[in-house]
């Protein structure tokens, strides 16, 4: 009994000594595995990972040979996909819409993302549109100093200078005969008293000389007079009297400023007292400013269409239209407002001295009603100074006989919508007077 149990322990004895040396050899080969797949990923090693790569130069030699004919055929390959690529474009601008997708699909089948492999470098027309953009600066840099440009050409073309000359011979008197005083005499009748400066711009795309007279510095000082008033003295910081024109707020006199106002307010109701009606009030602002300070207000439910031609001139024979004086002011925040004072046209009524023969008169008391409006200079959208917005709106009632004034201020609410500026050329078509 003694023997079988010795017997079982020494057993069990050699099986723990064989799984022992069976997992540290396992961790050899292991270890050897590690090392070895080591080797082989350094660079310089063969895949033995016992030699070094050096002494193999007879082996290594072929695939060297092998991987330069690789790169070769690659760039070749890449090459082409350029060449292809580049020759779809070119069809692409010629407009053989068909020729350009083939030569396209060719050269995506050799390299799937050639187009971002191309500096377009190579295009047949690099050379051109670098002439051109050389040509186009040239150019600008003309067009930066135009005037000066031109006045050096006439300068040079003869010792008598003359403004232009006719392209045919014509038997009667050119105009580039006349003395430059009348030229310029000409030109102030083109911007005439409404200052229709858009007609001298116009005027100044005929040639050079026009373009000479049409920046001629003392109509556009004129200009800015008067607009401005004494408050233009000073050019700076304005490069010249156009900028000054171009580029300062101002009110425009060429159109009309137009506002749509649209309501819906409660009926009366009806007699029986089943329904209430609504109805729906639409109206319309219009404000037309002049060069010499004055403006027109007029409020009707009317049509621009049938309103606007009204408006051209001071004397119109509307009764609704209101009258006054307008001022531009440059606030402390930057910001341009127009401030106008306007009043009903004054009508004197005949007296009736048969009606009072009899009687004694009662004279009535006479009242002089005048509004008072502010609104602020804005521009919106491409065009400039095209819209006005209101910040105050008041009603001033003065007694003659006691020189006492009542004031009635308005709020301003959804009910005073900007207005906007609308072009007519039927304003600027005739001129009364020169500049």
């Known amino acids: 009994m003694a023997e079988a149990e010795e017997d079982c322990h020494a057993d069990l004895v050699r099986t723990d000594d064989s799984e022992r040396s069976g997992e540290a050899n396992l961790q050899a080969e292991l270890q050897m595995f590690r090392a070895q797949w080591m080797f082989e990923l350094a660079p310089g090693v063969s895949s033995s990972g016992l030699e070094p790569l050096p ?223 609504w109805h729906q009030v639409e109206y319309y602002r219009y404000l037309r400013f002049f060069p010499d300070g004055q403006v027109m207000m007029l409020t009707t439910p009317e049509d621009p269409q049938s309103i606007v031609p009204r408006l051209r001139t001071k004397n119109t024979r509307t009764d609704a239209i209101l009258l006054g004086h307008y001022r531009l002011s440059q606030e402390t925040d930057n910001q341009t407002k127009v401030f106008a004072v306007i009043m009903k046209k004054k009508e004197e009524k005949p007296v009736d001295y048969h009606k009072y023969r009899y009687f004694r008169r009662v004279p009535a008391q006479e009242t002089d009603h005048s509004f008072h409006v502010g609104l602020q200079l804005c521009s919106s959208g491409r065009q400039r100074f095209n819209k006005l917005v209101w910040i105050h709106h008041s009603c001033h009632i003065t007694c003659r006989s006691t020189d006492e004034t009542a004031v009635t201020t308005f709020d301003i609410d959804k009910m005073y919508t900007p207005l906007f500026f609308a072009r007519v050329k039927s304003f600027t078509a005739y001129s009364e007077k020169p500049l």
């Open 55 to 277: 002494c193999r130069a007879s082996s290594r030699e072929p695939g060297l040979k092998s991987v330069d004919a690789r790169g070769k055929q690659e760039i070749a390959k890449e090459e082409k996909a350029k060449e292809l690529f580049l020759k779809a474009v070119e069809e692409e601008r010629n407009g053989a819409l068909y020729e350009a997708i083939k030569f396209y699909r060719l050269a995506m089948q050799l390299v799937p993302d050639i187009e971002f492999k191309i500096t377009y470098t190579r295009s047949p027309d690099g050379d051109a549109v670098g002439k051109r953009s050389v040509e186009d600066s040239k150019e600008d840099d003309k067009m930066a100093d135009l005037l000066t440009d031109f006045q050096q050409q006439l300068t040079l073309q003869e010792s008598s200078v003359k403004l232009c000359q006719p392209e045919v011979h014509v038997s009667q008197t050119h105009i580039s005969a006349l003395p430059m005083e009348v030229l310029m005499y000409i030109f102030r009748w083109v911007v005439s008293s409404d200052l229709d400066l858009r007609s001298l711009e116009q005027l100044s795309l005929v040639c050079r000389g026009f373009y000479i007279c049409a920046r001629d510095p003392e109509i556009w000082h004129q200009v800015c007079l008067k607009i401005w008033g004494r408050s233009c003295n000073k050019l700076v910081p304005y490069a010249s009297w156009r900028d000054m024109f171009l580029e300062r707020p101002r009110v425009r006199f060429d159109g009309v400023y137009v506002s749509k106002t649209k309501y819906i307010r409660q009926g009366e109701q009806s007699l029986d007292g089943f329904y209430r009606a």
